[in-house]
């Protein structure tokens, strides 16, 4: 361990939130200042990449300024710039890692770029002391699913992803199809509350018998398919059960073959990463699974399951305990990998 606190600030931009968070040697967050753009891209029924730009540009100075002010830090006293150069959309993370940059130069400290992926992952550390490394995790976004074995801090094996749709994806597209807005997952997270998740008995695709891959598109087309033909036979469209019956194909599928790779890797914890790690269905499940085997489950709040600079910051001060610098000639990444 260093003697001396390491300060990072985090800078997130990589799609509709702009974040700048301050967090203290890796786990304690100090402020996590979220701007979500939610509200500006709901009537499109998803994220328009130029307006998401537009709106970083914006926002991304009053972000950070409230991240300091409201950590009681001067920028002075910062160790290290962290900030993601990817996987995201090109435009939007062109924004904080162009300011970032800017941050590091004028005040002579290290830039320091984090894949957004390991962003989600080190979310389970903020305010926490006991999860540690080795664990394994389900990264569960709009843009990803991955079971991950986590070696160390930064040390990943991807056991597992999707092979077309990303979970979270799945859950807005059915949302919008049912009529119930964007973002999906929180609104068909509280219709299917209400209603009976085996109304429909929805495909689950565990794939080849020793795969932690995932695949929802025939999920999805089933989903459709069973509402053109409501449609086409005027039976009326029982949303909140449908809902729950979509709901529970794809969270059956998630908690299984988390559970299967923590236990095909004897691991004591699992931590669940990502937007859908939200879903309140999949806490209960794998709680209950794990507490079956004599495992333990853990999640981020809320908000730090979401996009947010403070998982940024965190990921960072790992790199920056090994000395991973960034030059400044780093460039986004639309597509990169963990
Ligand atoms: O991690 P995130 O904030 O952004 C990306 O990196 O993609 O994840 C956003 C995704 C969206 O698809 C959203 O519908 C989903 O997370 N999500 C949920 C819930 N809350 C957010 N999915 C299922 N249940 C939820 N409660
Ligand atoms: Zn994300």
């Known amino acids: 361990m260093l003697e001396k606190d390491s300060l990072i600030l985090g800078i997130e931009s990589s799609c509709d939130e702009t974040s700048a968070a301050i967090v203290k040697n890796g786990r304690d967050c100090l402020s996590n200042i979220i701007y979500s753009q939610i509200e500006i891209h ?11 730009s537009r709106n970083h540009i914006k926002m991304i100075d009053v972000v950070v300024e409230k ?42 400290k290290p830039l320091i770029g984090v894949n957004h992926i390991d962003g989600h992952i080190c ?16 990264v569960a976004s709009g843009g990803h699913t991955n079971i991950i074995f986590v070696k160390d801090y930064g040390s990943y094996e991807v056991m597992g992803q999707t092979r077309d749709d990303a979970a979270g994806e799945a859950f807005d597209k059915i949302s919008r199809s049912l009529g119930l807005g ?43 398919n069973y509402l053109n033909t409501c449609k086409m036979k005027e039976i009326p469209i029982e949303v909140n059960h449908i809902a729950a019956s ?3 194909a794809v969270i059956d599928v998630l908690a299984n073959k988390t559970m299967k790779a923590a236990l095909a890797r004897g691991m004591s914890s699992i931590c669940l990463s990502g937007g859908v790690a939200r879903n309140s269905l999949l806490r209960t499940r794998l709680e209950t699974m794990a507490s079956h085997k004599g495992l333990v489950v853990h999640f981020p709040e809320p908000d730090l399951c979401s996009d947010n600079a403070a998982m940024i910051a965190s990921a960072g001060y790992y790199q920056y ?15 990169l990998k963990i």
């Open 42 to 52: 709901q009537p499109y029924g998803g994220v328009v990449p130029e307006v998401a």
């Open 67 to 108: 991240a300091l002010v409201g950590s009681g830090v001067m920028l002075k006293d910062i160790d290290a710039i962290a900030v993601t150069y990817g996987p995201g959309l090109i435009g939007s993370l062109l924004v904080g890692l162009s300011y970032a940059k800017a941050v590091a130069y004028s005040i002579e």
């Open 123 to 138: 979310a389970n550390y903020i305010n926490n002391d006991y999860v540690k490394p080795p664990f394994i995790t389900l």
């Open 182 to 224: 964007y973002p999906g997952g929180p609104a068909i997270d509280q219709a299917a509350k209400i209603g009976n998740s085996c109304f429909v008995d929805f495909p689950r695709a565990y794939l080849e018998e020793d795969s932690y891959d995932f695949s929802f598109s025939g999920l999805k087309s089933a989903v459709l």
């Open 246 to 248: 979509f709901q529970a």
């Open 321 to 335: 305990m090994k000395g991973q610098y960034s030059s400044f000639e780093l460039n986004a990444v639309a597509n």
